[in-house]
C-alpha cells in the first residue's frame, strides 16, 4: 500500500509542504509506504491540447510529468497539496492536473480509494480553490465523498503554519484518517 502526496507550492518548506509532511508522518506510522512529490522540483510543461490526444500513444510533452502521473494513477491513497493563488491553486498544481487529461482521454482511471486535499491562503479563496481540487479527483476515478478530506487553513509567511497547533493536529489527524481508510478498505 502507498499513499502519494503532490506539494504544489512553489516553496519546498512553505505551509502547505510542511502540513503535507505531518499527515505523511501519520501515514508512514501506520505502516504504510508514503512518497511526497514536489513539483517545483520537476519539469512538468503545461498540456498541449491536442484534439487527437486520446488517439496518442504517449503524451507529446517530454517531460517528468508521464512518470509522476505514473506513481499517482498507481497510488492506494493520494494528497494534494497547494497554497492559493489568486482564488485558486498555483501553476504547478494546475498544469500537473491538467496533464493528467491524458488518463482521462484514455478511460484510465486513478486508482486510489481516499485522498485529502490541503489548501492554505492568506485568508480567501479556499473555497474555490477545494471545488477545483475536488471536481478533478472525481473526473479522475470514482471515489465515494466521504473518503475525500479536506483540510483549510490560514496563514501567509513560509514556515508561519508551524504556529497554529490547531491546523497541524488537524492535518496529523487527516493522515490517520487516510491510513484507517486503506487499512480497512485493502
Ligand atoms: C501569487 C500569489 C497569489 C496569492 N493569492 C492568494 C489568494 O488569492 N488568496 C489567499 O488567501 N492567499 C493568496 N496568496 C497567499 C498564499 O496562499 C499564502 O502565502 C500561502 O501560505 C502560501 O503557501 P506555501 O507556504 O505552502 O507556499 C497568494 C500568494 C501569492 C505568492
Request: aromatic share 6%; glycine share 8%.
Amino acid at each position: 500500500m502507498k499513499v502519494v502526496a503532490i506539494a504544489g507550492s512553489p516553496r519546498p518548506t512553505g505551509n502547505t509542504s510542511y502540513l503535507t509532511d505531518r499527515a505523511l508522518e501519520e501515514i508512514a506510522a501506520a505502516g504504510i509506504e508514503t512518497e511526497k512529490i514536489v513539483l517545483c522540483q520537476h519539469r512538468i510543461n503545461p498540456c498541449f491540447g491536442h484534439d487527437d490526444c486520446g488517439s496518442l500513444k504517449a503524451c507529446r510533452q517530454k517531460d517528468d510529468a508521464p512518470a509522476i502521473i505514473e506513481k499517482f494513477r498507481e497510488a492506494d491513497g493520494l494528497i494534494l497539496a497547494t497554497p492559493v493563488y489568486y482564488f485558486n491553486m498555483t501553476a504547478q498544481m494546475k498544469a500537473f492536473v491538467d496533464r493528467n487529461y491524458f488518463l482521462y482521454t484514455h478511460d484510465i482511471p486513478l486508482k486510489a480509494i481516499c485522498a485529502g486535499m490541503i489548501v492554505i491562503g492568506g485568508g480567501e479563496g479556499m473555497d474555490h480553490t477545494v471545488r477545483a481540487l475536488r471536481r478533478f479527483l472525481l473526473l479522475s476515478g470514482e471515489k465515494p465523498e466521504d473518503r475525500l478530506l479536506t483540510l483549510t487553513g490560514c496563514a501567509t509567511e513560509a514556515g508561519e503554519v508551524k504556529n497554529d497547533a490547531a491546523l497541524v493536529e488537524q492535518a496529523r489527524q487527516m493522515g490517520r484518517r487516510l491510513a484507517g481508510m486503506l487499512r480497512q478498505v485493502k
